[in-house]
């Protein structure tokens, strides 16, 4: 496999630069091509803005989805940004690796998934009918590609239960599954979650080391988180609501859009 693991995390010698290095280690040693964007390191460039669309006339009010969508047709997206998006169409896995900062990723990984995510790219693509909505929600650019989530957060996994106060960490990585990695095609892995990191030692380290070449080892084959295709049949269209006949009794919010009988994916 070719797979991209996109890295954000500002210190390399972080609990999470070691669990990158641990991953690519694990990954290479059992054959597989792997390229590494470090978001950091690179120096990139999170904030849409202008300088994103060198075509835009000066002067002409910045309309960000159609910018992105002419700059995309025209070729004309940033070296930066296309270096990326080549990265990705040569993966056939996508990793994401970041420490759980305010509830979701760094802004530095949210603004690579703004540039490099661009109209004509990952959204904004497909027949819009009574019958299709798009190319999106298990179709598009990226369908055939399988995605996973390396996470860690300083909360105890018990913060993130069922119960928990901080919610379940199934709804809190739900926008980026379902919404930044599902949405243009990706086949979605339960995430790789390292909980407590801030007070892990030396043996807590092996012992999470190992759970992740575990993952690492079977990254082809892990069952997707069973979401529903947008297209499917299982979504009114252009509502895109849920069909009323659809879903376990008593299921509401994020858990309805995965198919009868599924449950947690951390």
Not at 94 to 119: D, H, S
Not at 166 to 184: A, R, S, T, V
Not at 228 to 242: A, S, V
């Amino acid at each position: 496999m070719k797979v991209l693991l996109v890295f954000a995390h500002p210190e390399p010698r972080s609990l999470n630069g070691a669990l990158r290095d641990v991953a690519v280690a694990e990954l290479r040693r059992l054959g597989h091509e792997v390229q590494v964007s470090d978001l950091y390191a690179q120096g990139w460039k999170p904030a849409v803005d202008r300088a994103d669309f060198p075509g835009l006339a000066p002067g002409e009010r910045l309309l960000p989805t159609v910018a992105s969508k002419a700059a995309f047709d025209a070729g004309e997206l940033t070296q930066d940004v296309r270096d990326e998006i080549d990265k990705l169409l040569w993966a056939d896995a996508v990793i994401l690796q970041f420490p759980l900062w305010w509830f979701t990723m760094p802004a530095i990984l949210k603004g690579w998934v703004e540039r490099v995510f661009a109209c004509g790219f990952a959204y904004g693509v497909g027949e819009h009918s009574d019958k299709r909505w798009g190319n999106r929600y298990g179709e598009g650019a990226l369908a055939g590609k399988r995605a996973m989530l390396i996470v860690t957060t300083g909360g105890w996994e018990q913060h993130y239960g069922p119960r928990g106060i901080n919610g379940p960490i199934d709804d809190l990585l739900f926008p980026i599954h379902h919404g930044i990695l599902f949405y243009p095609g990706c086949e979605v892995l339960p995430p790789y979650v390292l909980y407590q990191a801030g007070r892990l030692d030396s043996a807590g380290f092996e012992a999470a080391a190992e759970q992740l070449r575990e993952r690492m080892r079977t990254l082809a084959e892990t069952p997707p988180i069973p979401y529903r295709r947008q297209n499917g049949g299982d979504y009114l269209i252009p509502t895109m609501e849920l069909r009323p006949e659809l879903g376990v009794a008593g299921t509401e919010g994020f858990a309805v859009h995965l198919r009868d009988g599924a449950g947690s994916t951390a």
